[in-house]
C-alpha cells in the first residue's frame, strides 16, 4: 500500500472524483489499481480566505516499483498476537457496561471465554426511555440515567472518538464500531464522532453479538460487596429490586473481576476501599457548560467566503493562569444541548451531547477549572467525591429544588450578578432552568479563573464571550476523582481485580476507555490460571 498526503479539495466533490483527480495529477496508471480507500479528511480552517478539506488517501497498485520513488509506502499495522493461557473454570466478571466493560466482554468472547457483565443500569433501549421521562417528567433513576446503564456516561454525549493515546487497538476499536453499525467515515475523519443517536443502536449490537458468543449480561444488578480469600477475589455479591422494591441477592464465584464501573461510580468506590483496595485521590476539573448559536461558531471558525459543504464547527482552547490554574474547554458539541446529568437525588450535574449530524441550533462545551487534592477538605482518597457533591447539591439549591438547572448570561456572570432574562440564545437543558448567580456555586479561584478564561478564549474564538451567551452549571463529572491503583499486570494489591477504564482513572474518553478495557481483558487471557 501506499500513502499519497496532502491533498487539498477546495470544491464539493464525491470520494470518486477526488480519487479520479488525484489519478489524473499522479499519473497513475489504472490498470495498476488494486484497492484503494481515503485514509484520513480534515477541515483546514487557518486561513479564513482559503478553508479547504485536506485528504489522505490509501493506494495498493501493481507494479509496485514503478511507484516506490513517488509515494510513501506503508507498512501494514499488525496488533500484537494474544497468547490464552487462561484454563479458569470459573467465569470472569465485568462490572459496568460501558465501553470499557464492553470491549473487555468482546475481547474475552473473540478469544473462546465467557464473561459475565453486571451492570446496575439498564439495557441501552430502555434506559433511553428512562433518561427521556427524567427531561420530560423530572422523575430521576438513580440506578439508570445519563451517567449509569448500558453504554455508559459516553452513550447521551457527542460521542467522541478522539483520543490523545498512541495504541494500535484504536484502529481495532474504531472497526469494531463500524462492524456494529457505525458509518465508515469514523476510520478516516480527523475527529469521529458518533452522537447518542448512532451510539444506542452500536452498544445494541454489540451486546447481542456478546450474548451469541456466550456472554452473560445481568441488567439493574448492582454489585454491593466483594469476597476476598487470602487476598485473591473469590465473589462478587450483587442485588437486583423488583419493581415492588423487594431485594433479590446472588453471589458470583470468580477469581477475577474487571471493575469499569465508570466516573460516577461513588457507593462502589466507598465499598472497594471499605475492602482495603488501594486508591488515591487525583485531580479533575469543574465548570459550567456554555452555548452559543452554532452558526456564529461556524462564522468565527470557517469565515464567510467557503463555498464547501463544511460540518459544524468546532473548537478547544485553554488557558493557563500564572498561579497554576487552567482553565479549558471540554467536549465541545456542535449542533447539540446541554443535558441533565444526575445520578443522586437532589442534585444537579450538567453534560453535553449531539446526536450524529450535530444539526441543532445551538452549540456547547463545558468549560472547566482543574482542582486538585489541596483543594479538597481531607486527605481521605475519596475527598473528592465530597467536594463535587457539595456543588451538586448546591445548584439543586439555587436551581429551584425542583431539577431546574442554574443559568446565567456570560456579561452577568464576567460581571458577577444574576442575570433577569435571556437573549436571542435560548438554553436547551432540560427538564427546564432558573436565572441567578452561577458564582454562587464555586469557590473563589473556580469563579476568578473561569471569568479571566472566557475573556482570554474570546481573543482566540470572536465571540466567545457573547454578552447572549449561556452558562449552566454545573459540570462536575469531567474525569474520575479516584484511581484505584494497579500494578504492572493491570491488578490491584488484591490478585484478580483489575480496575478499568475512565473510573478507575486510566482513561478518558470512549476510545481510550474502550482500548484499557480490551488490555485488561488480555492481561486476563494471558495469566495462565
Known amino acids: 500500500m501506499f500513502r499519497i498526503s496532502n491533498i487539498k479539495v477546495r470544491e464539493n466533490l464525491t470520494s470518486q472524483e477526488i480519487f479520479d483527480l488525484v489519478v489524473k495529477r499522479n499519473k497513475i496508471n489504472k490498470q495498476d489499481i488494486l484497492n484503494w480507500h481515503i485514509s484520513k479528511k480534515s ?17 495498493e497498485l501493481k507494479n509496485e516499483q514503478r511507484y516506490e520513488h513517488k509515494f510513501e509506502k506503508i507498512k501494514e499495522n ?6 490464552v493461557r487462561r484454563s ?24 473462546g471465554i465467557k464473561p459475565i457483565i453486571i451492570e446496575q443500569g439498564q439495557s441501552v433501549e430502555q434506559r433511553k426511555k428512562t433518561v427521556d421521562e427524567f427531561m420530560e417528567k423530572r422523575k430521576l433513576n438513580p440506578m439508570s440515567n445519563i451517567q449509569f446503564g448500558e453504554g455508559g456516561a459516553g452513550t447521551f454525549s457527542d460521542g467522541k472518538l478522539t483520543t490523545g493515546i498512541n495504541s494500535p487497538y484504536c484502529r481495532k476499536v474504531l472497526e469494531e464500531f463500524v462492524n456494529f453499525g457505525a458509518p465508515e467515515q469514523i476510520l478516516y475523519l480527523s475527529k469521529p464522532h458518533l452522537g447518542t443517536d448512532k451510539l444506542i443502536d452500536i452498544i445494541k449490537n454489540m451486546r447481542e453479538y456478546i450474548i451469541s458468543k456466550g456472554g452473560t449480561f445481568l441488567f439493574n444488578e448492582k454489585v454491593t460487596d466483594i469476597q476476598i480469600n487470602n487476598e485473591k477475589i473469590s465473589a462478587v455479591n450483587c442485588m437486583k429490586k423488583d419493581k415492588e422494591g423487594s431485594a433479590e441477592n446472588r453471589t458470583v464465584k470468580t477469581d477475577c473481576v474487571i471493575f469499569a464501573i465508570g466516573h460516577s461510580s461513588r457507593e462502589t ?18 465548570g459550567v457548560r456554555i452555548e452559543h448559536l452554532q452558526e456564529d461558531i461556524n462564522k468565527a471558525q470557517y469565515g464567510t467566503q467557503t463555498k464547501l459543504k463544511l460540518p459544524p464547527a ?15 474547554t471540554f467536549c465541545m458539541c456542535p449542533g447539540g444541548q446541554v443535558v441533565p ?19 441543532g441550533k445551538n452549540a456547547n462545551s463545558a468549560v472547566l477549572v482543574n482542582v486538585t487534592p489541596d483543594d479538597f477538605e481531607s486527605d481521605s482518597p475519596l475527598s473528592g467525591i465530597e467536594f463535587q457533591k457539595k456543588i451538586e447539591q448546591k445548584a439543586f439549591e439555587l436551581g429551584g429544588k425542583n431539577y431546574n438547572a442554574p443559568i446565567q448570561k456570560v456579561e452577568d456572570f464576567l460581571l458577577n450578578k444574576p442575570s433577569t432574562n435571556i437573549g436571542k440564545i435560548t438554553p436547551t437543558y432540560k427538564p427546564g432552568y432558573t436565572l441567578t448567580n452561577i458564582s454562587d456555586l464555586f469557590p473563589d479561584f473556580i469563579n476568578e479563573t473561569l471569568r479571566r478564561g472566557i475573556k482570554y478564549f474570546d481573543e482566540r474564538l470572536h465571540g466567545f464571550a457573547n454578552p447572549e451567551a449561556i452558562l449552566t452549571g454545573p459540570e462536575t463529572r469531567s474525569s474520575s476523582p479516584v484511581r484505584i491503583l ?7 494489591n488484591i490478585d484478580g481485580i483489575y480496575p478499568c477504564g475512565e473510573g478507575a482513572g486510566y482513561a478518558g474518553g470512549i476510545m481510550s476507555a474502550a482500548v484499557d478495557g480490551i488490555k485488561c481483558a488480555i492481561a486476563i487471557l494471558e495469566k495462565g490460571e
Open 88 to 111: 479458569s473454570n470459573y467465569q470472569p466478571v465485568i462490572v459496568g457496561a460501558g465501553p470499557a466493560g464492553l470491549f473487555a466482554a468482546f475481547t474475552f468472547v473473540e478469544n
Open 43 to 59: 477541515v483546514d480552517a487557518r486561513k479564513k480566505n482559503d478553508v479547504h478539506y485536506t485528504y489522505s488517501i490509501d493506494i
Open 341 to 359: 446529568s444526575s445520578s443522586e437525588e437532589r442534585t444537579i450535574v450538567t453534560n453535553g451531547m449531539s446526536n450524529f449530524l450535530r444539526d
Open 486 to 492: 494497579r500494578n504492572d499486570n493491570l491488578e490491584t
Open 269 to 286: 468506590f466507598k465499598m472497594l476501599y471499605n475492602k482495603g483496595i488501594s486508591m488515591k485521590a487525583k485531580n479533575f476539573s469543574v
Open 78 to 83: 499488525k496488533l500484537p498476537k494474544i497468547k
Open 314 to 328: 468546532e473548537y478547544k482552547l485553554a488557558y493557563h493562569d500564572n498561579n497554576g490554574r487552567s482553565c479549558y
